[in-house]
């Protein structure tokens, strides 16, 4: 079972990134994936999340109207749509799976905004 955060980079103030979590071994329709992230020398805080039975969506102050989750299960795979960067975004970007009897990290993506 892997599951693997990617899309991370540098971005200017104000740009947008979409980062995936793509999984093998696991099937993602069947967990609530939530995206985390931790910023230098702070705790990992908890971003956005989506359930696994009907794609609810969940989102932190710091995200909400910027950030959008979601999923596309034909590819096995959930999204984080970033917009409107701000530098306080900076972070590694971690997604985790959440199951009734399992739970998985990916492995984090740096993302950086600066100008």
């Known amino acids: 079972v892997q599951l693997q955060a990617s899309g991370g980079g540098l971005v200017q103030p104000g740009g947008s990134l979409r980062l995936s979590c793509a999984a093998s071994g696991l099937n993602l329709a069947h967990y609530t994936i939530a995206w985390f992230r931790q910023a230098p020398g702070k705790d990992r805080e908890g971003v956005a999340c989506i359930t696994k039975s009907d794609d609810i969506t969940y989102y932190a102050d710091s995200g909400k109207g910027r950030f959008t989750i979601s999923r596309d299960n034909a590819k096995n795979t959930v999204y984080l749509q970033m917009n409107s960067l701000i530098p306080e975004d900076t972070a590694v970007y971690y997604c985790?799976?959440?199951?009734?009897?399992?739970?998985?990290w990916g492995q984090g993506t740096l993302v950086t905004v600066s100008s």
């Open positions: 985790k799976a959440t199951g009734p009897y399992d739970t998985y």
